[in-house]
């Protein structure tokens, strides 16, 4: 149980156009998830949370309006890079936490590649 | 604010080798405590957690201990193999369930 998927696991675009990625709870409901970015040999970076039927909450120097993010329904959060360009290529990942001991579950991962 | 600072790496162990990887946190309240691991190209697996003091976390041969008095958990492993090869990162999250707070990772490399 408690399985995060990520859709797609990796695209490449063109510099100017927009990517969503996907990120859906199968097996359990999630009023809250969490956007990360990974960089090359590096830790997370937590970009947003992300709130079922409420507004996200972006983190200090992320910029809203570059990364959409809309929380449509209880298994489904969607991260949208608008105008994207070469600098915003990275792994992004996102999460969902469980329920009693506060662990993360996290999807797979989408490869974000801008050329 | 929480944080977690791991033991720089990276660690390259040869197989069969005893492992330590160093974790310490700084948090109010009594956090949640994990390890999870990295693959290449992957997202990240929960490998191990535990939610109050003195309590051992375990799976696959690696170990961790929630110990208050030191703010640690380092994770441990007996011998290692090939396939232990990934990234680790040591992660809190607080009492009230909010977000959590990761380390910067540690790359291990087993060599055969």
């Known amino acids: 149980g408690a399985v995060v998927s990520q859709h797609p696991s990796w695209v490449i675009c063109k510099s100017g156009t927009s990517v969503k990625i996907e990120c859906r709870s199968l097996?359990?409901?999630?009023?809250?998830m969490f956007w990360y970015r990974q960089f090359p040999k590096q830790s997370l970076m937590l970009m947003a949370t992300?709130?079922?039927?409420?507004?996200?909450?972006?983190e200090q120097g992320v910029e809203k309006d570059k990364f959409l993010i809309n929380h449509a329904s209880l298994t489904l959060s969607t991260l949208t890079v608008t105008s994207a360009h070469p600098e915003d290529s990275s792994f992004y990942i996102c999460?969902?936490?469980?329920?009693?001991?506060?662990?993360?579950?996290f999807g797979p991962g989408t490869r974000l590649t801008v050329t | 604010g929480d944080s977690v600072t791991q033991m720089e790496g990276p660690v390259t162990l040869s197989e069969e080798a005893f492992l330590t990887i160093n974790c310490t946190y700084t948090?109010?309240?009594?956090?949640?405590l994990f390890w999870y691991v990295q693959y290449p190209g992957e997202g990240l697996q929960l490998l191990l957690k535990?939610?109050?003091?003195?309590d051992k976390g375990s799976n696959k041969g690696f170990e961790a201990t929630y110990r208050k008095e030191t703010t640690s958990f380092h994770l441990e492993k007996g011998s290692v193999q090939v396939s232990d090869s990934a990234v680790y990162f040591c992660?809190?999250?607080?009492?009230?369930?909010?977000?959590?707070?990761f380390g910067d990772g540690t790359t291990l490399t087993v060599k055969p």
């Open positions: 948090a109010t309240g009594y956090p949640s």
């Open positions: 992660a809190l999250t607080p009492t009230n369930a909010g977000k959590s707070t």
């Open positions: 999460s969902a936490p469980g329920d009693g001991s506060y662990e993360q579950y």
């Open positions: 097996d359990f409901q999630a009023t809250t």
């Open positions: 992300s709130n079922e039927g409420s507004k996200a909450t972006y």
């Open positions: 535990a939610t109050k003091a003195d």
